[in-house]
């Protein structure tokens, strides 16, 4: 039997509601399927760690999770700590610290749902969202000088290298190569920002030699978030800057439907390092501590690890018990439902269980 080894880290506010939720779906998940086992270890670090213990994730946290296959997150983020140390000293310390240089974000208007576009049909929406993860503007280079006084200046530096961007470039021309349509869009602000940008698109079109199979094209990202909007269609897999990428991909989240469905994985494409799954949202101060918080994110990133852990059967009949209680409308109130985050959990893990059933023989 396959074991794997997960870490999971709920960390703070619907974190906390959302991962438990996910290891029963991916616990039914594995006792259905019989091939594999998963050993879960869930560590208590966070935002109420760091009240106890003076910070986020102990010193040795890394070497702590190097053991195991992968990271399951929640969401950091606390109503009364700055993000600079809650997000800086958990979140953004894994991704870093694991080199996981790929952000990956597919987006998809799943079954039931409805997206906000008025002329979105379905299947219209089928994207993948890859984000630069370790450079670029969120790199930390920059600093204030006169602080507070009249003359302040503060400088807030992208740093891009051209190792980093091929990387980068090489993960979403093999992802637009495996699906469909083939189509990688390049995102960038090079009219505007003509240094790294510039090598962004220059570094694009050197990468573009190795995929003759792959479209590939430009845009700007103004220009981009006004397309998403206007011809949705017309997009498929699109890569960008830690920055450009993060509010295209929030957009894409709402388009779909909510930020609570949209899930993401933080990638060490090779592997020296566990990878991170997490859904998109934040630790949503608003709704936390109800039990309304929507688990569909979580249970998607969910399938995404199952998947990069190499149990692609597993991850499609997740996908599949998410679409349809989806479907039939067991929705959170972000989609505009009902039920909580109890009630879709048991319907995901009811449809997990019934798959085996022949369709028909279950009508009521
Ligand atoms: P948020 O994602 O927490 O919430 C934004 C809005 O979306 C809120 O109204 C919230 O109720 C709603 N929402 C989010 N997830 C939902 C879900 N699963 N179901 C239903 N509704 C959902 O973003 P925010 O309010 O800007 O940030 C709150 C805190 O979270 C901040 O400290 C922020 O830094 C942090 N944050 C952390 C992460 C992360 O851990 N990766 C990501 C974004 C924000
Ligand atoms: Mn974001």
Aim: proline fraction near 5%.
């Amino acid at each position: 039997k396959r074991v794997h080894r997960i870490a999971a880290i709920p960390a703070d506010g619907i974190g906390k509601e959302v991962i438990p939720a996910g290891l029963r779906v991916l616990e039914a998940l594995a006792k259905r399927d019989g091939g594999f086992s998963l050993e879960v270890e869930t560590l208590p670090w966070g935002s109420d760690y760091y009240r106890e213990k003076g910070e986020m994730m102990p010193e040795d946290g890394l070497e702590t999770l190097r053991g195991f296959d992968a990271i399951y997150f929640g969401a950091v983020g606390d109503p009364e700590l700055p993000d600079s140390i809650t997000l800086w000293g958990l979140r953004l310390k894994i991704c870093q610290g694991f080199d996981q240089y790929a952000n990956i974000r597919p987006t998809r208007v799943l079954p039931g749902l409805t997206s906000p576009l008025r002329a979105v049909e379905p299947g219209d929406i089928d994207w993948v969202i890859v984000r630069e993860n370790s450079e670029g503007e969120y790199a930390g280079h920059g600093g204030r000088a006169h602080r507070g006084h009249p003359e302040e200046v503060a400088t807030e530096t992208a740093i891009f290298t051209r190792a980093g961007v091929e990387r980068i470039m090489r993960v979403a021309f093999d992802i637009a190569r495996g699906r469909p349509r083939k189509l990688l869009t390049v995102v960038t602000k090079s009219n505007a920002q003509r240094h790294g940008m510039v090598m962004w698109d220059d570094i694009a079109a050197l990468v573009a030699k190795d995929y003759p199979d792959v479209t590939w094209e430009k845009e700007l990202v103004d220009a981009m978030a006004a397309r998403m909007v206007r011809k949705p269609a017309s997009i498929d897999t699109v890569v960008a800057t830690n920055l450009h990428a993060d509010i295209l991909s929030d957009l894409a989240g709402a388009v779909a439907g909510s930020l609570g469905v949209a899930p993401t994985a933080n990638l060490d494409p090779s592997r020296r390092a566990p990878s991170m799954f997490e859904p998109i949202h934040g630790s949503a101060f608003d709704i936390m501590g109800k039990g309304v918080a929507n688990p569909v994110a979580t249970f998607w990133t969910g399938a995404m690890m199952l998947e990069q852990l190499g149990e692609g059967d597993a991850a499609k009949a997740l996908m599949a018990a998410v679409e349809r209680v989806c479907a039939d409308g067991v929705l959170t109130a972000d989609l505009g439902g009902t039920a909580d985050t109890e009630t879709v959990t048991r319907a995901v893990i009811a449809a997990i269980e019934g798959a085996n059933t022949p369709s028909g023989a279950t009508a009521a």
